[in-house]
Structure formats: C-alpha cells, structure tokens
C-alpha cells in the first residue's frame, strides 16, 4: 500500500482554503485505498523535514495555497528531499506566482493579456492609471485575495484593499464579459485540458467571497459558449500549462468579451493556477466530474504522476 502525507494549511493569506482542500483529499486518498497522513505546514523547515521523514511516505500530496507554498520556495525543499510530490516544480510555481512574469510567458506563447503595468501602492492611491474599468491586483497572491476593480462612478474603489505598502501592484484593463475557467490534466500520457467552466456570481465579481461561500457563484460546466469558443480557451489553457512548464493539475482562467461580437480575438488569459484548490466547491474536481472521473480517482491520477524536478 502506497503511502501518501498530505501537506496543508501554511503560512499564507488562503490558509483555511488550503485545509479545506488537504481534508477533502487526504478523505478521497484513504478512500482509494492509499495509507495517509497529513501535516499542517508552519514556517519551521527544519520541524517539516523532521515530520516527513518520521512519516516516510512514497509521495507528498501538495494541497497548499499561496505565497510561500506555491511560489516554488515548498517545491524546492520538497526537490531536496527527493520525495516525489504532485503539482508543478520550483520554475513553473515561481513564475505562475508572479503574474507580471506570467504575463511575459504568456505573451511569447501568442497568448492574449490584458494590458497591464506594475506599480506601488502610493502610486494606485494617488489618481486613476489609465481608463476605468480597470482590475489592481496584487502581484503575487492568489484566490483573488486583495483584488479590487475601478468602476466608473466609483468614489472610493480601493477602501476595502489592505495592500501593505511595499507590495508590487499590477493593474491591468478590465475586460468586460464573461468570467471562464479551464482545468488541464497534465501528466505521462500528455496533456489535455478537462472541460470549460463560466463562473456567474449573484453579485460582484468573482472574489474571495465569491469563490469560496456556498451559494453566492453558478457554476455552469460545460460553459453554454460556441464550439469554436470553448475549443479556442481549452487550447489556450493547455499552451500555459506548457509555456510555464506546469506538470499535474493547473486551471488557468479567462476573460471573454462577448460583448463587442465576440470571437476568439475577444479571449483574454489572467493568470494560471500551479494548485488549484481542491475544495467542495472547487472547480477541477467540478470538472473531473463532468468528465466521469471521481474525486478518489482524481487525487489518484494526482499521486500516480507525482514527481521531483529532474
């Protein structure tokens, strides 16, 4: 019997997302028969190393979320160790992370962005930076944690923002239209991008709030969008995965623009996830099943194409 830990929870700002996802997958792993554990991960390196090595599993289930978990700095201790882990390596995880050096990488690809710069936070206080709409973001978080949006009318945009002041800001144009979503399986046998998902919030956009309350977002998968369109975004989620050398599970999540008639010129990528979550409300396992693929089967396709950067 394989054994798998299953490493959660961390340091970063989607904590509770990330111990929501390890519960639900160290659940589905038991289920399918792999013998688990789980840590919830602190800042102590030495005291991680010492848990892993005292559990001696075969592969480390990564179900962490967010800076310093995600970024490539885990998967670099988890390379020293030499444990096989699932999800993507110490480059594709840094470079994910950092969404203006996405953007490049995208961009290279042939792949549509938003225009976008990178600021300081007293430069986003101090006046409009282009145009309203526009998205600020920051530049290395995820979950849509600290992102706001410049309407126009709005009077005060950035009231609820709590951006600390030598955090890197990007602020892009906002791009009107529909809010998608595309999981990519990506392991031995290839990738493949599992299926289209339009996500309508009851209000807003899809924020933090949005995406991890039950009932304040509809899931449409498969997303109600021409043929052409959903092949369009599919292939374009597979060429992020690629460009940013993704190994695993990545979802990568889109912008159309169907109100300027549309057309797979109007398809916009934001960013792309290294570890999307894994919880109930989650959007890979959502699509796994569309496909017929079980949440157990999932997380073991998961561990069977787990690996170490080489």
Not at 204 to 217: I, M, P, S, V
Not at 224 to 252: F, K, N, T
Request: charged fraction near 20%; proline fraction near 5%.
């Amino acid at each position: 019997m394989k054994r798998v830990t299953v490493l959660m929870g961390g340091p970063s700002a989607e904590r509770d997302v990330s111990l929501a996802s390890g519960t639900n997958c160290a659940a589905a792993l038991a289920e399918a028969g792999y013998q688990v554990s789980t840590i919830d991960v602190g800042r102590d390196l030495k005291a991680l190393i010492a848990a892993i090595e005292a559990q001696k599993p075969d592969v480390l289930f990564n179900a962490l979320h967010g800076r310093w978990v995600e970024d490539g700095n885990i998967q670099g201790v988890l390379n020293f160790i030499g444990i096989p882990y699932t999800h993507s390596g110490v480059m594709a995880s840094a470079i994910a992370m950092d969404k203006p050096m996405a953007k490049r990488i995208f961009a290279a690809a042939g792949l549509r962005c938003p225009e976008g710069v990178i600021l300081d936070k007293a430069s986003v206080l101090r006046g409009d930076i282009m145009a309203r709409p526009y998205v600020v973001k920051p530049a290395n978080e995820g979950s849509s944690v600290g992102v706001c949006i410049a309407r126009i009318g709005d009077n005060n945009p950035f009231a609820e923002a709590r951006w600390s002041d030598d955090m890197p800001l990007l602020v892009e144009r906002f791009i009107a239209g529909r809010e998608l979503t595309v999981g990519v399986m990506g392991g031995k046998d290839g990738d493949r991008a599992m299926a289209v998902t339009e996500l309508r919030p009851h209000a807003g956009f899809y924020d933090y709030a949005n995406k991890y309350t039950e009932g304040k977002t509809v899931h449409l998968c498969p997303a109600p969008l021409p043929d052409e369109i959903a092949a369009e975004v599919m292939r374009m989620a597979v060429v992020a995965h690629q460009a940013l050398g993704c190994r695993g599970i990545s979802r990568s999540d889109f912008r159309y623009d169907d109100t300027a008639g549309g057309g797979i010129d109007q398809l916009y990528i934001l960013e792309t996830n290294t570890q999307p979550g894994m919880t109930a409300l989650s959007l890979v396992p959502e699509q796994a099943r569309h496909l017929g693929i079980s949440y157990p089967e999932l997380v073991s396709w998961m561990v069977e194409n787990a690996a170490c950067d080489h």
